[in-house]
């Protein structure tokens, strides 16, 4: 099994903490050079997007659900999802959250042609979707409980990329000292969201390089 993934993905991201925090055997590989406009690449994922986990029967896509699927496939790996019942329900509303309210805005703000007036807009989203998570929160290491749960894979490299976005745009979008602030800081102590975090950082710097 393979995972197809790019290291500054905050979704491929999720899914490879969530691959090392359950200890299993998937390799990480890039997708091929010409995948954005590659065929092949379209017929493995259709929306032409990382990630794309390659299992025996078949791709997987959409990087929630590959989280979901890897909890059913492996359950006798470390759990990923809280005990408690509601508390499951809040673990995926986070990954929703992030999906919905986080993401949508950055991957906006990061096109270069995107005009000042969208710019205030998409900021304006941004904010709504950071303050909301003030609700959302319970600790200051882990989104929801004492260990790592799906909701932490997801929203881990989704702060650190608001991170980047924020200093990129010169825009403060996490108070210091905040409930967000700590927790963004504080995750990073879990040794799989820190690992993820530290290849996102050389994604960063290799494409920089790049450029």
């Known amino acids: 099994m393979d995972l197809i993934s790019l290291p500054v993905s905050p979704f491929a991201a999720r899914v490879r903490i969530a691959i090392h925090a359950k200890g299993l055997p998937i390799d990480m590989i890039p997708p091929p050079a010409d995948w954005r406009e590659s065929r092949h690449f379209r017929d493995l994922s259709p929306t032409g997007r990382v990630p794309v986990l390659l299992d025996e029967r078949g791709p997987i896509w959409e990087s929630a659900v590959v989280l979901e699927y890897l909890e059913e496939r492996f359950p006798e790996a470390p759990s990923l999802m809280p005990v408690d019942v509601f508390d499951r329900a809040i673990a995926r509303l986070l990954v929703r959250h992030v999906d919905l309210y986080l993401m949508p805005p950055m991957v906006a703000l990061a096109r270069p042609a995107v005009d000042a007036a969208s ?14 998570l ?4 319970r ?3 882990y989104a929801l409980c004492d260990r ?6 997801a929203l881990a490299p989704a702060l650190f990329a608001l991170h980047v976005t924020a200093e990129r745009l010169g825009l403060d979008l996490i108070e210091p000292g905040s409930t967000i602030d700590t927790y963004a800081r504080l995750s990073r102590r879990d040794p799989h969201v820190g690992r993820v975090i530290e290849e996102m950082e050389q994604g960063l710097r290799q494409l920089a390089r790049v450029g």
């Open 148 to 153: 790592l749960t799906i909701a932490d894979c």
């Open 134 to 137: 003030d609700d959302l929160l």
């Open 119 to 132: 710019a205030r807009r998409m900021a304006e989203e941004l904010l709504d979707g950071v303050s909301m």
């Open 139 to 141: 600790g200051p290491r």
